[in-house]
């Protein structure tokens, strides 16, 4: 008799449990396995959409090389100083998209205010939000420190450089961008 009740209470918690999770919607999974890309390496496979509704991917052999900027939403004022000097500079050899992971900020599961908030900020590029950090976990990033990521066209990592915004690493940038990124 135990056995039977202990069945039947098990079954009932077990289906009520299943028709609670159909209720949530499950947001689309990231990619299983994101490992380290090195240097010179095919990068890790992404697609995002941006604010404005553009799709950024990286598929081989792309029509330029793409600068990635990213880091947390404290160094947003930094960031969009880069923005504005990659934009103006770089325009015209590679295509620039700002990249936000939500992850572990007070915007975690919040779309809608992210994107207010960002297009209350105007940035210069597009904004495209990483919600599985894609991006991060492919270079293992540290987003307390603005980073500049460099694809070439042919999707190989040139470069990861972490630098804020100044003067030595405006420099530095456009080193890596002339030597590595537009050969």
């Known amino acids: 008799m135990k ?14 449990g299943s ?49 990635i900027l990213t880091g947390s939403w404290a160094l947003r004022h930094d960031l969009r100083k880069w923005a504005e000097h990659a934009s103006m500079r770089y325009l015209l050899a590679a295509d620039i998209i700002w990249v936000y992971n939500p992850c572990n900020t007070e915007f975690a599961d919040h779309r809608k205010r992210i994107e207010d908030h960002f297009k209350d900020f105007k940035t210069a590029v597009p904004v495209v939000i990483d919600e ?8 293992k990033i540290d987003y307390d420190i603005p980073t500049i990521i460099g694809i070439d066209r042919f999707n190989r990592l040139a470069f990861c450089h972490e630098s804020p915004f100044n003067k030595a690493g405006q420099e530095k940038l456009y080193a890596l961008v002339r030597t590595r990124l537009l050969k």
């Open 3 to 16: 056995k039977v009740l202990l069945l039947i209470l098990s079954l009932t918690w077990f289906t009520s």
């Open 19 to 67: 028709l609670m999770a159909l209720e949530v919607e499950e947001k689309p999974f990231p990619p299983f396995y994101v490992r380290k890309v090195p240097i010179g390496e095919a990068f890790t496979p992404f697609e995002f959409v941006d604010l404005d509704g553009r799709t950024w991917s990286n598929r081989p052999y792309l029509p330029k090389a793409m600068l």
């Open 132 to 139: 599985h950090s894609i991006i991060g976990r492919s270079l």
